[in-house]
């Protein structure tokens, strides 16, 4: 079992910046990608960003150039620097993991994790 433990979320004012951290522990093998997804109220659940194990990225075209994802490999952690907010931005904030449990084989298939969420307020 993996778990996804979120810490960082807050009220920020806009324009203000705000740091998620998703610290991944348990049994597993490895990490393949780790990423963040938000839900608004009324709205679906959509990526933000998201940081393979080797550090390709990929965002929303609404946050890029003012959210940046990074990763720890080592501590299993993947970081959302949130810089230039705005209103448009609260949502509840979801770490995702994508773990394989053992050594990938061509028969395997990772598994997929997520966070309890943590929420972010931008106020105008």
């Known amino acids: 079992q993996v778990q996804l433990v979120e810490s960082g979320g807050g009220l920020v004012q806009a324009g203000g910046s705000l740091r998620l951290s998703c610290a991944a522990s348990?049994?597993?093998?490895?990490?393949?990608?780790m990423g963040w997804y938000r839900q608004a109220p009324g709205k679906q659940r959509e990526l933000v960003a998201k940081?393979?194990?080797?550090?390709?990225?990929n965002s929303a075209d609404s946050v890029k150039g003012r959210f940046t994802i990074s990763r720890d490999n080592a501590k299993n952690t993947v970081y959302l620097q949130m810089d230039s907010t705005k209103p448009e931005d609260t949502a509840v904030y979801y770490c995702?993991?994508?773990?394989?449990?053992?050594?990938?084989?061509?028969?395997?298939?990772?598994?997929?994790?997520w966070g309890q969420g943590t929420q972010v307020t931008v106020s105008s």
């Open positions: 940081i393979t194990s080797t550090g390709n990225t």
């Open positions: 348990g049994s597993f093998f490895s990490i393949n990608t």
């Open positions: 995702n993991a994508i773990v394989f449990m053992s050594r990938p084989t061509i028969t395997s298939s990772p598994y997929t994790y």
